[in-house]
């Protein structure tokens, strides 16, 4: 499945580093396709911009880290009204976030949900304008 065809950035925001990765890395983008119950945190190209990470990086470590610290394959959902306000989630690259409702934005810890849920077969793609690594040194 092509992610740039399955989702499209809110207007004034564009996906192009994710999609690069997906195109380095084809197992992640089969992992977030074929999963059941996935939720995945697509950060913008300006929270690409923001770090310093290249899609085109040779450190295939540092891709496959930054998607594992995106994805929650542990059969919850993360669509916006499911996210319980002050509950701790954990990536399975071990990212942990608590949800915050302010009135007018969800955020993630610091981190906001820029757009509507992406609703896919296998679960729900968030678009968040940060980029949450451990390992952003050395791109």
């Given at each position: 499945m092509d992610f740039g065809a399955t989702i499209t950035?809110?207007?004034?925001?564009?996906?192009?580093?994710?999609?690069?990765?997906?195109?380095?890395?084809?197992?992640?983008?089969?992992?977030?396709f074929r999963a059941q119950k996935i939720t995945f945190l697509a950060p913008?190209?300006?929270?690409?911009?923001?770090?310093?990470?290249?899609?085109c990086t040779s450190k295939t470590r540092l891709l496959q880290e930054f998607l594992d610290n995106h994805?929650?394959?542990?059969?919850?959902?993360?669509?916006?009204?499911?996210?319980?306000?002050?509950?701790?989630?954990?990536t399975d690259g071990g990212s942990q976030f608590v949800p915050k409702f302010n009135g007018t934005h969800t955020l993630l810890n610091d981190t906001v949900i820029v757009g509507p849920d992406h609703i896919v077969t296998t679960g729900v793609i968030q678009i968040i304008n940060k980029v949450y690594?451990?390992?952003?040194?050395?791109t």
């Open positions: 950035a809110p207007s004034g925001f564009n996906l192009t580093y994710l999609r690069k990765i997906f195109e380095r890395i084809p197992h992640a983008r089969e992992k977030l913008t190209q300006e929270a690409f911009d923001k770090t310093g990470l290249k899609a994805t929650i394959t542990s059969g919850f959902l993360g669509y916006t009204p499911l996210l319980k306000d002050g509950k701790c989630y954990t690594s451990h390992y952003l040194s050395g």
